[in-house]
């Protein structure tokens, strides 16, 4: 029996790309980095566009409109589509090939990778008292961070928006000169209502202060990782230097990393760290 075609939309088509990306990315995993808003939303948009191709041509029955969708994939030598196209079977996984090859050879700008360490993109995530018994370190046993995504939080915004499971998160003491104290990988975020807030400050044992009573994003995240020893903001001259990045703007809740901005190479101190 022919599959039935699973329903995409703008929500939901990215997720799904990328998903395939991941599992069946040719030779080998195929990783994506989107460095600005625009490159992710054209992406969708080109996506977007190849699947109503692809539904267009999976309800006709001209053979001169299959035949001509048909050579749009035939330079790819995938024994599997072949097949797939010379039959009537399998609508879901050959609608899976199409987007795959199209994702491939878009050419909206997205640049793919094949090492996922370089797709990653780094964030620098600005966090209050990091001593023992502070927030951070508290929720840390729940691998919890939460921010706060004000309406005209557009660094916020654009964070939920780009950032992807797997992506770095860099913890950066508030009054530290951009000390990076801390790196975790990004796993999800969720928005919380107002009326959860108060127990989840008692689950993750936050002190409900005036300066963490506004959060409404919670980021979960793993292996978090120390830049060193003491866990704390460089006790000696030689780590603060390495691990400081004089961001101007302590007050900036979250940011992308920007090599230029930087002082330290933030991405070569996680292979580093992780022993790549």
């Known amino acids: 029996m022919e599959q039935q075609l699973v329903v995409l939309n703008r929500e939901t088509i990215f997720n799904y790309t990328i998903d395939l990306l991941l599992n ?4 080998g995993q195929q990783y994506i980095r989107f460095n600005k808003r625009k490159q ?5 948009k080109h996506m977007l566009k190849c699947y109503e191709k ?8 001209n053979i001169r409109e299959q035949e001509k969708y048909k050579k749009n994939y035939e330079y790819y030598s995938d024994e599997e589509l072949t097949a797939l196209f010379n039959t009537n079977l399998n609508t879901q996984r050959r609608m899976d090939l199409c987007l795959l090859y199209d ?31 502070s927030n951070f370190r508290n929720s840390a046993e729940f691998n919890i961070w939460g921010m706060k995504r004000g309406l005209k939080t557009t660094p916020v915004i654009g964070f939920e928006y780009l950032v992807k499971k797997g992506d770095i998160l860099w913890f950066i003491p508030g009054g530290s000169d951009g000390y990076a104290l801390a790196f975790a990988e990004y796993v999800s975020h ?3 209502p107002e009326e959860q807030r108060q127990q989840r400050y008692a689950e993750l044992g936050w002190n409900n202060t005036d300066n963490s009573s506004n959060w409404n994003i919670e980021i979960s995240y793993k292996n978090l990782t120390y830049t060193n020893k003491t866990r704390e903001v460089g006790t000696t001259y030689e780590e603060y230097v390495k691990y400081c990045t004089h961001i101007v703007g302590n007050n900036v809740i979250v940011r992308r990393y920007d090599e230029e901005k930087c002082a330290i190479n933030l991405p070569e101190i996680y292979k580093e760290i992780i022993g790549r």
């Open 40 to 44: 992710k939303e054209e992406f969708i």
């Open 54 to 61: 692809y539904k267009k041509f999976s309800a006709t029955t």
């Open 103 to 133: 994702a491939v050879d878009n050419n909206v700008g997205v640049t793919f990778y094949l090492d996922e360490i370089d797709s990653k993109n780094h964030w620098l995530i600005r966090v209050g008292d990091t001593r023992e018994g």
């Open 190 to 192: 969720q928005e919380i």
């Open 24 to 27: 069946e990315g040719g030779d």
